[in-house]
């Protein structure tokens, strides 16, 4: 492939054992530090970076996880290719725990986060009509299945805020609005993702069925745990399958987001925040630089 395939990895998931060369690399971002270094490395000749959103040794709480400093640090490291792995609830009978769901839409109800690379001095407005890239997708669903993993191809996943599990009548709420899938780490990350024009798939690992299931009476810690520890190795099984699978066009021109976004006029932008924005919007911010 050309470009690089990015990882960043949630609750579980702290590493990616076999990479030749790996290097755990520590990343300087204007927006900040990131969860952690990030581990790059080639998987079956493939360049391969991965972060751990929460950090090894699970540090950051999903509120305090520095999204636009992770993306950032990706988009330094060359990375093209991101695939998000993350722990969630199930609101579908048939979506069970151990099932994984690459998700297609989100609801976004998180509210204590930064959401965007962008703002005062230099305004620009993406699309996430459809956030995530369909061919990324596509081969994270083929990549699962080859691993022999049960896989739903599709899903809404809803954001909260957190860290506290949902109330049951939150959880009938999102589950009469049609979500199938709870967790809450995707939003902002997906929505920065496409700001920083990377191709973005979510890849949702079901450990639970939220509080709505009148079996499952309420999330169980101990039991997500359990669940995490199985769907660690899956995904790991998957990721190896996706080294060798990863799409080599997009139809959804990802790689352009943000092409026709920016507002602010090139006389009234801040060369401070312009500066800030080198390696998420330096191609079209500063053509000449990136020729
Ligand atoms: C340990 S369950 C709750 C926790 O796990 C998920 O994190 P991630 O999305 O990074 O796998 C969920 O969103 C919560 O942050
Ligand atoms: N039920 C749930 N709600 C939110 N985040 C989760 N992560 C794993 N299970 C979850």
Redesign the pocket.
Known sequence: MQGRFGIIGG?GLYDIPGLKDAAWTQVDSPWGAPSDAVLTGTLNGVPLAFLPRHGRGHVHSPTTVPYRANIDAMKRLGVTHLVSI????SFREDMAPGDFVVVDQFIDRTFAREKSFFGTGCVAHVSVAHPVCPDLSAACVSAARAAGIRVHDGGTYLA?E?PQ??TRAESLMYRSWGCDV???TNMPEAKLAREAELHYASVAMI??Y??WHPDHDA?DVAD?IRTLQGNGTKARDMVMALAAMLPKACASDCDQALAHAIMTSPDRRDPALVAKLGAVAGRVLNPKDTA
């Open positions: 609750s993350s722990a969630c609830g909260m957190g599990f949902s709870i967790g809450m450990t639970d939220d509080s999330v997500v």
